[in-house]
């Protein structure tokens, strides 16, 4: 994870966060700021205690319908004030999403599925502003295909949509990298250990982090990763204790924040940067992350590290999907918004941004 380390090392990790959640099923609820309710958590100690690898799953009807470790809200999910989505919705705020909350179970996942990376037994009903504002071509959770390619379908969208004169980035974007889960070895897909899963997931945020960094958002950009859950592994602290990471040019540096944090943290902190209410008792009572933040912004952009071959090789794992991976562009990343380093229509563009920017200075 060399990724992982240098961006730790570079920007700021938080070593005493914990998770709200005790596996996936309620994890995936806390991140949208949805706060399990009765149904959830009566269904999810069913869900897991059925697990086909410790026990006979239940003969009862319906048990293998929505009682999994699904990545999306259900109807019976519902908040009496919804979750994020209608939070932003509501109060008029731009998002979009690649891939976050849109994996119901039960489900079928393959390889093969290189558009959205699943497909459901049911026409599940999702939040409408979400549905609205959710690519339809980047991969949900899928352990058969790459966090590569997700990161190289995130750029293709993010360069059509927001790249260009008189274009604007949405003021929230949400991405879903999920290999980091972990699964069976494959040593001919490119995964030859469980850990190469990590790898791969590694070099992926590598990837994200310094395509968006060298992009002429970066200046007013805050990127928080962490997972929806900690059961992989008992943390030596704490069980629920995880990553938590805030990677910006306001973010401290080489900063390991001590204050207590939760997920309610990471909503409290978004909704005081875009100047939301509060969307429950969870994010209202947690503290914000800007211990994480300083006042002086560094805008050097990030430069992403490969991954070990012999650990995770992205072409192989790339290959049965018919993608290449372009080594070059990782280590040949332009300066931040050097025109030297742009083609000519770019620097049009980037002309344009200037003088735009003068315009409104």
């Given at each position: 994870?060399?990724?992982h380390l ?9 070593d ?18 949805t706060?399990p ?14 697990n086909r ?12 319908g929505?009682?999994g ?8 999910d519902?908040?009496e ?16 999403n ?14 093969s ?12 009903p ?6 609205s ?12 295909i ?12 993010f360069?059509e ?5 008189g ?12 290999n980091d889960?972990?699964?069976g ?26 395509f ?16 929806d859950d900690a ?63 300083t006042g ?25 999907l ?6 070059k562009?990782?280590?040949?990343s ?13 620097k ?6 200037t003088g ?6």
């Amino acid at each position: 994870m060399p990724n992982h380390l240098k961006l730790a090392a570079r920007f700021a990790l938080a070593d005493n966060f914990y998770v709200d959640s005790d596996v996936s099923a309620d994890g995936h609820r806390w991140l949208v700021n949805t706060y399990p309710n009765e149904w959830i958590e009566a269904i999810t100690p069913a869900s897991y205690g059925n697990n086909r690898n410790y026990r006979p799953a239940s003969k009862a009807p319906g048990s293998l319908g929505m009682t999994g470790s699904a990545g999306a809200i259900y109807p019976e999910d519902y908040n009496e004030a919804g979750s994020m989505w209608e939070h932003l919705d509501r109060h008029g705020v731009d998002f979009f999403n690649f891939g976050f909350g849109v994996m119901f179970d039960p489900a079928f996942y393959a390889d093969s599925f290189k558009q959205f990376g699943i497909r459901y037994f049911a026409n599940y009903p999702m939040p409408a502003p979400m549905f609205s504002k959710t690519s339809k071509s980047y991969v949900t959770y899928n352990m058969a295909i790459p966090d590569q390619f997700r990161v190289s379908q995130f750029i293709k969208e993010f360069d059509e949509k927001w790249t260009g004169p008189g274009r604007d980035l949405p003021k929230m974007l949400t991405v879903i990298l999920p290999n980091d889960h972990g699964a069976g070895e494959r040593p001919d897909a490119g995964y030859p250990f469980r850990e190469s899963y990590m790898a791969d997931n590694d070099l992926a945020v590598g990837r994200i982090v310094e395509f968006l960094s060298h992009t002429p958002y970066w200046k007013n950009m805050a990127i928080v990763i962490t997972e929806d859950d900690a059961q992989n592994g008992v943390d030596h602290v704490d069980a629920h204790r995880s990553v938590l990471m805030v990677i910006s040019p306001y973010s401290k540096k080489d900063y390991v924040g001590k204050v207590h944090y939760s997920f309610g943290s990471i909503f409290k902190t978004f909704w005081n940067l875009l100047g939301l209410p509060y969307l429950n008792q969870y994010d209202a009572g947690a503290t914000d992350l800007s211990d994480m933040f300083t006042g002086t912004p560094d805008f050097t952009p990030y430069e992403a590290l490969p991954s070990d071959i012999m650990v995770f090789d992205p072409q192989k794992a790339l290959t049965p999907l018919d993608e290449k991976f372009d080594w070059k562009a990782l280590s040949t990343s332009p300066d931040l918004d050097n025109p030297r380093d742009m083609p000519e229509d770019q620097k049009e563009k980037e002309e344009y941004r200037t003088g735009d920017q003068k315009r409104r200075d």
